[in-house]
């Protein structure tokens, strides 16, 4: 079984611009999480969509929003870029979201604002 | 609240050598606890899990963790520490919002 896929996996943009990261989940998952990684936070959950709802948000700016579509890929975009949003982006897929199921991690999108 | 506190965000064993990493977690809830590992350049590989169906849990590569209730533990171990080890491990806790809550980290280094 194919893993969860991010693309692209390297990114670089410029302050101000906006960008948008895709992530595909595990086939037959409905549950879409994201993190964001950095080195002086570590990992924080952004949100989590299941069946095209969030059903939570972490507490980041409204520059990052999200969605999830009907075949439960889901997309993540940060509007008006600053220098503190260079990370690395997880996306995790899960069954169904719910505490004892496990969450898998892609390979994640390294984002570089300049 | 849930959180996580992982002791210690660097540790060094000699190849061979046991290998522990510490979690503590804060839980209003009976915990689901998971340990993940991030080799450099990569996205998060689940290690193991705590569902509370047994309190010592086995998990992939040797590795294994105890459920501790009475010190809100849940540390890692591995017998015999191996090069290919050597790497970040997370211990994170399930809530019921749909959400992760990751500890720091620790760093793990495995010395020839």
């Known amino acids: 079984k194919a893993g969860v896929t991010q693309t692209p996996r390297y990114l670089i943009k410029t302050r101000g611009q906006q960008v948008t990261l895709s992530c595909s989940p595990i086939?037959?998952?409905?549950?879409v999480s994201w993190y964001q990684q950095t080195p002086g936070q570590g990992l924080q959950f952004l949100f989590e969509y299941f069946s095209e709802t969030q059903r939570n948000k972490g507490n980041f700016p409204g520059r990052f929003s999200g969605r999830q579509f009907s075949n439960s890929r889901s997309e993540m975009n940060v509007s008006t870029l600053e220098l503190g949003d260079s990370a690395l982006y997880l996306c995790?897929?899960?069954?169904?979201?719910?505490?004892?199921?496990?969450?898998?991690f892609g390979p994640g999108t390294r984002l570089t604002v300049t | 609240a849930q959180s996580v506190t992982q002791l210690g965000s660097h540790v060094s064993v000699s190849e061979g050598a046991l290998v522990l990493l510490r979690c503590n977690y804060s839980?209003?809830?009976?915990?689901?606890l998971f340990w993940y590992v991030q080799y450099p350049n990569q996205g998060l590989q689940l290690l193991l899990k705590?569902?509370?169906?047994?309190?010592l849990v086995k998990g992939i590569n040797g590795f294994e963790a105890e459920f501790k209730k009475s010190e809100t533990s849940f540390h890692l171990t591995k017998p015999s520490a191996h090069m290919s080890d050597a790497a970040e491990y997370f211990c994170?806790?399930?809530?019921?919002?749909?959400?992760?809550?990751f500890g720091k980290g620790t760093l793990l280094t495995v010395n020839p």
């Open positions: 086939s037959g998952h409905r549950s």
């Open positions: 994170a806790v399930s809530s019921s919002n749909y959400k992760l809550t």
């Open positions: 705590y569902t509370s169906a047994a309190t």
């Open positions: 839980s209003s809830v009976p915990p689901y």
């Open positions: 995790a897929s899960s069954k169904s979201g719910r505490p004892n199921y496990e969450q898998y």
